[in-house]
Nanobody
Framework: QVQLVESGGGLVQAGGSLRLACAAS??????????MGWFRQPPGKERECVSV????????DYGDFVKGRFTISRDNAKNTVFLQMNSLQPEDTAVYFC???????????????WGQGTQVTVSS
């Protein structure tokens, strides 16, 4: 079992930055580490993939809406994945979730474990 706990959300003004963290109970398995992903769900909209990172951290991908503003990283020694978000805009307002799975994918159904979510609100 893997437990994920997000932190770092909050209220920021447009143009500001936040650094989200996701603490995992386990960063690796006996058969390999987990792919980690960040997803978000804006109010009244569907969940979408923000970013994914491979178990080693060597591979990363981002949603098109990120436009170079976000950076995903992981510190396996600390069992933590991060999402640095810069130049935040009101459109980024959403509940942000981290997830862990066995497939490098931006599709939510490939992820087996989910955090509780953390609210990010960007004001004008």
């Amino acid at each position: 079992q893997v437990q994920l706990v997000e932190s770092g959300g909050g209220l920021v003004q447009a143009g500001g930055s936040l650094r989200l963290a996701c603490a995992a109970s386990l960063s690796t398995r006996t058969e390999g580490g987990y792919t980690m992903g960040w997803f978000r769900q804006p109010p009244g909209k569907e969940r979408e993939c923000v970013s994914v990172i491979s178990p080693s951290g060597r591979s990363t991908d981002y949603g098109d809406f990120v436009k170079g503003r976000f950076t995903i990283s992981r510190d396996n020694a600390k069992n933590t994945v991060f999402l640095q978000m810069n130049s935040l805009q009101p459109e980024d307002t959403a509940v942000y979730f981290c997830a862990a799975g066995s497939v490098y994918s931006g599709s939510a159904h490939h992820y087996d474990y989910w955090g509780q979510g953390t609210q990010v609100t960007v004001s004008s």
